[in-house]
């Protein structure tokens, strides 16, 4: 099983903070990465496919990169509204497995 | 518009059997794979299952493999997850998700209990 390890758990940010968080997987998974994010009490939102590409509606803030085993997300200017849990998901080998998120909070 | 509507969910007692339900619609559903994952309560996301679009293959977690099977009903475009020898720690809210892969969207899910 592909786990991934994603940090940091937890953080408080300040808006317009540039925020970074890192998924590593135990084995290479290619692009085959994707993230979510997941607002309190709602269904979890696809941002990000395939490592960077960003799904449409989803603010040009958040970006992604990486390949093989080290990925990350980036909000370039945290707002208010980006306070959530965000998890990685790989889809590169079977079983499909997420991270154990990263939640965000603003201060 | 895409939407996806779970149902199913409740109480069930340990060893157990329940089915879930989830009624797509907006988009073509024997051109997607589909998806179920969970999220017990206050934890973070599980893969449980994924059928493809292409031959309706079938693939399944660990923790679930050879209790839960899922399947889909073309005519009805309503995806299935038989969930049989229910235990507690498969108490979690389930979700279906759009796609195979990237899970494009999300229902809003349906609550299993597994409790005495």
């Known amino acids: 099983e592909t786990v991934l390890t994603q940090s940091p758990d937890f953080q408080a940010v300040t808006p317009n903070e540039k925020v970074t968080i890192t998924c590593r997987a135990s084995?290479?998974?290619?692009?085959?990465l994707h993230w979510y994010q997941q607002k309190r009490d709602q269904s979890p939102k696809l941002l990000i496919k395939?490592?960077?590409q960003s799904m449409s509606g989803v603010p040009s803030r958040f970006s992604g990169s990486g390949s093989g085993t080290d990925f990350t997300l980036t909000i370039s200017s945290l707002e208010a509204e980006d306070a959530a849990a965000y998890y990685c998901?790989?889809?590169?080998?079977?079983?499909?497995?997420f991270g154990q998120g990263t939640k965000l909070e603003i201060k | 518009e895409v939407q996806l509507v779970e149902s199913g969910g409740g109480l069930v007692q340990p060893g157990g059997s329940l089915r879930l339900s989830c009624g797509a619609s907006?988009?073509?559903?024997?051109?997607?794979?589909m998806s179920w994952v969970r999220q017990a309560p206050g934890k973070g996301l599980e893969w449980v299952s994924s059928?493809?679009?292409?031959?309706?293959?079938?693939y399944y977690g660990d923790s679930v493999k050879g209790r839960f099977t899922i399947s889909r009903d073309h005519s009805k475009n309503t995806l299935y997850l038989q969930m049989n020898s229910l235990r507690a720690e498969d108490t979690a809210l389930y979700y279906c998700?759009?796609?195979?892969?990237?899970?494009?969207?999300w229902g809003q899910g349906t609550l299993v209990t597994v409790s005495s």
């Open positions: 059928i493809s679009n292409s031959d309706d293959s079938t």
């Open positions: 084995q290479s998974i290619g692009t085959s």
């Open positions: 998700a759009m796609n195979q892969w990237d899970l494009l969207q």
């Open positions: 907006g988009f073509t559903f024997s051109t997607y794979g």
């Open positions: 395939y490592a960077s």
């Open positions: 998901h790989q889809t590169g080998s079977l079983p499909y497995t």
